[in-house]
T-cell receptor
């Protein structure tokens, strides 16, 4: 079974600082995608960033970047210049054989003023 | 683009009644829709996957007779909670995915805003 692990249930960071959220996964697939979703207090799921496993280059979206280590099955999210609006639950997600998502348990991030 | 709506956003119903939640893809045709359930401070748990025109595939432990899913068109899926009980109270989220015109699927899912169900 494909599994996704997020080892940090809660984290906090000072505004303008950098924080890294960790995610590891287990799969026997070779080509796949990985996602980070954000769920703010409104509970709307918002895509943060997506990584294609066959691409060597780490994905970047403005202040958000990933460190994708395929051999280690690690997919961490780095948030630079943290803002108050980044306060949310962050879920790492893996498409299960190209269909539904397997979500990690989530990391609750608080950005402190 | 790729907007998904859910209706209602919240609903309160009495124990023993049924409630229907609608999930619509507003600006694209969703080949597959997913229904998740989320308890407070927990992750999303997949309930079922539905493809347009075919029966939904339920996850282990999800009662298909209690959670009826209908995916009647490429833009609409409904979840009906039948004979609801207080333990069915939860946050229900739908999502949708689609294949691009080039036949490639990025596997990204587009999420609705969720429906909070309270059964009294």
């Amino acid at each position: 079974a494909q599994t996704v692990t997020q080892s940090q249930p809660e984290m906090s960071v000072q505004e303008a600082e950098t924080v890294t959220l960790s995610c590891t996964y287990d799969t026997s697939e070779n080509n796949y995608y990985l996602f980070w979703y954000k769920q703010p207090p409104s509970r709307q799921m918002i895509l943060v960033i997506r990584q294609e496993a066959y691409k060597q280059q780490n994905a970047t979206e403005n202040r958000f970047s990933v460190n994708f280590q395929k051999a280690a099955k690690s997919f961490s999210l780095k948030i630079s210049d943290s803002q108050l609006g980044d306060t949310a639950m962050y879920f790492c997600a893996f498409p299960n054989y190209g269909q539904n998502f397997v979500f990690g348990p989530g990391t609750r991030l608080s950005v402190l003023p | 683009g790729a907007v998904v709506s859910q209706h209602p956003s919240w609903v309160i119903c009495k124990s023993g009644t049924s409630v229907k939640i609608e999930c619509r893809s507003l600006d694209f045709q969703a080949t597959t829709m997913f229904w998740y359930r989320q308890f407070p401070k927990q992750s999303l748990m997949l309930m079922a996957t539905s493809n347009e025109g075919s029966k939904a595939t339920y996850e282990q432990g999800v009662e298909k007779d209690k959670f009826l899913i209908n995916h009647a068109s490429l833009t609409l899926s409904t979840l009906t909670v039948t004979s609801a009980h207080p333990e069915d109270s939860s946050f229900y989220i739908c999502s949708a995915s689609f294949w691009t015109s080039g036949g490639r699927n990025s596997y990204e899912q587009y999420f609705g805003p969720g429906t909070r169900l309270t059964v009294t």
